[in-house]
């Protein structure tokens, strides 16, 4: 939907690298890391106002999954204890 008073040019980049481990040999481990980057830009024209903006957003970031287990019940996951 075109805004008349408003003129948007939105640009988005995001990259996301995982990684797993949950090896055959100990089924008790189930561990995940993930590294994210997410690049946005936006061009901005205030018709009315005859006013520019741009506004660039990056964010880097990473995140950490583990789970052990213990008798087939969940005992850890991302640091909070739960039965």
Do not use: C, W
């Not at 075109?2 to 008790?28: A, H």
């Not at 964010?59 to 039965?83: E, F, Y």
């Amino acid at each position: 939907m075109e805004n008349p008073l408003v003129d948007r040019d939105t640009q988005d980049f995001n990259t996301t690298l995982d990684y797993s481990i949950n090896p055959e040999s100990s089924p008790l481990l189930d561990a995940r890391a993930t590294l994210y980057y997410n690049h946005t830009k936006m061009d901005e024209n205030r018709v009315t106002k005859n006013q520019q903006d741009t506004t660039r957003i990056k964010t880097l970031g990473p995140a950490l999954g583990i789970t052990l287990r213990s008798g087939g019940r969940l005992a850890l996951r991302d640091g909070l204890v739960s039965g």
